[in-house]
């Protein structure tokens, strides 16, 4: 059998903060990293320095990038993946936590599938799972929303709407919003849902700073807490 002749596409998780990278990510990164010269990223100049800091040693002018961004024309994408196609492998590198989930690499990602180039997850922090982790509600069963509306009544409307579903189904319901909107969001949440419902607040995950805790809505409304421009996740779950 004729071996294949593509490069790979490596899916390169991040740090979730300015903390050391090897604390929080496996040798197995610095290896890939130290291999590749070719990435997909959302800004050149935090991959750089990302990648600066997980292999020192390693030529800065040997890199080369493309840009996936919300200004990226998807009809770029294809041709991000042409030195894959010449047997090159390449690297997609998210801002924060893991490529493709609550990232644009999933583009990028579906269409190495495609075109038949292997696929190559590695290991790293998501928040969204070490936040369901560390939650102690449903992770037999759970859906993630990503941002709720901007609009106030759109978003309390969308917060009864994750209640209902997460107690009619038995579901964790997840979501994250913009970090300076957070204590508005936390406010919505002590306001809008019922005082038994269990709220989870997940911040600053993995870094010095880090705080999670589940409580009630009742305790949430006596013990706030100060999430502003903290990366944070929520999840709800009514009983």
Known sequence: MMKDSK???????????????????????????????????ENEKTARRFIKRISPNKSQASLSFYLLNKYTDPADLTSFLNDCDQGKSVGII?????????????????LAHEKNIQVVPLVGPSSIVLALMSSG????????????????????????????????????????????????????????????????????????TEFIKTKRVSDWKKNTVDL??????????KD
């Open 137 to 208: 509600m449903n992770g037999q069963n759970f859906a993630f929303n990503g941002y709720l509306p901007i609009d106030k009544s759109e978003r309390k409307a969308e917060l009864k709407r994750l209640e209902r579903l997460s107690f009619e189904k038995n579901q964790s319901q997840i979501f994250i919003e913009t970090p300076y909107r957070n204590n508005q969001i936390l406010e919505d949440i002590c306001k809008s849902l019922h005082p038994d419902t269990r709220i989870c607040v997940a911040t600053d995950i993995t870094l010095p």
């Open 7 to 41: 490069g790979k596409l490596y899916l390169i998780p991040t740090r979730l903060g300015d903390n050391p990278p090897l604390e929080v990510l496996p040798l197995s990164i610095k290896k890939v990293i130290e291999r590749l010269n070719i990435y997909i990223v």
């Open 94 to 110: 998210s801002e924060a936590g893991c490529p493709g989930i609550a990232d644009p690499g999933a583009d990028v990602v579906k």
């Open 228 to 237: 502003h421009k903290r990366p944070t996740i929520f999840i709800v779950q």
